[in-house]
């Protein structure tokens, strides 16, 4: 046997196998997305999503006190209201009274050290269920809505959230709510995380139900990404890092390892966020209940594999279990 040929001796032992990993798994990687709705005692089990539920803020205590009590250090919003009056501008997205900015205010209050981020769109609220505001013939209106969008995000801060997330896909969105947090002055108090790779996945659809957001007629392929576009999404990337974006996201995560790598190489000095989307978690939920695998070694099989390809922060449905796990 030549020299060369050897490898063996550096992971036959279980700790020489983790010192192949360049970064390691932490608690502190995971961000919990979790649905707040509008009635305020809701704890609606969420059948297409194992273990989750649409939860009211007077429920917010007892669903997060424990996990925070494990090491649960941020979380992310998705309003979802199920009684408000939706109309073509989607009002109710940042109505003082409605789920999100309750909820931001309530967890400020509850847990002091808790990580708020909010996820910013309008396809919750608008009548016709797109992400933005829309032309007569039906296209998107882009200016408006990059305006409209803006505004609401500016909203989520001054409620106190840490973070916006933008998830519409709107050219410009970036910038625009990146200069009216400067001009609200929250340019220096609230990360803006740009969900800059989202691709227009099939693996959406336990999320739809979770959240009652499939528009009522077209989809959102015109401005989410083709899962072929590569380009599209380097390109996606270099633009929202340079119109402000705190952190970049790539939206699915397994499907699209090439893309973390991508943003990893194209924006090496900012955090790397990607969203493990409702139909990943589903599918591994799905596939370990057919006998296919170990639930919690295929979990961490996925996680590790985006942690591997650059990611620094994993949205996720898991992380309540690697809470305990970790
Ligand atoms: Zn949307």
Redesign the pocket.
Known sequence: MDISSILQGGYQHPLSRSWQARRHLTKSMFMYPIFITDDPNASVIIPSLPGQRRWGVNKLEEFLGPLVKKGLESVILFGVPLNCQKDMQGTPADDPTGPVILAIKKLRELFPTLYIACDV????YTDHG??GLLHGDGTIDTAPSVQRIAEVAVNYAKAGAHCVAP??MMDGRIKAIKRGLIDAGYGNKCTLMAYSAKFASSLYGPFRDAAG?APSFGN?KCYQLPPTGRGLARRAIQRDAAEGADIIMVKPALPYLDIIADAAQIAPDHPLACYQVSGEFAMIHAGAAAGVYDLKTMAFESVESMVRAGATLILSYFTPEFLEWL
């Not at 769109?121 to 919750?124: F, G, I, M, P, W």
């Open positions: 769109c309008l396809c919750e797109h992400c998830s519409d957001s959102r």
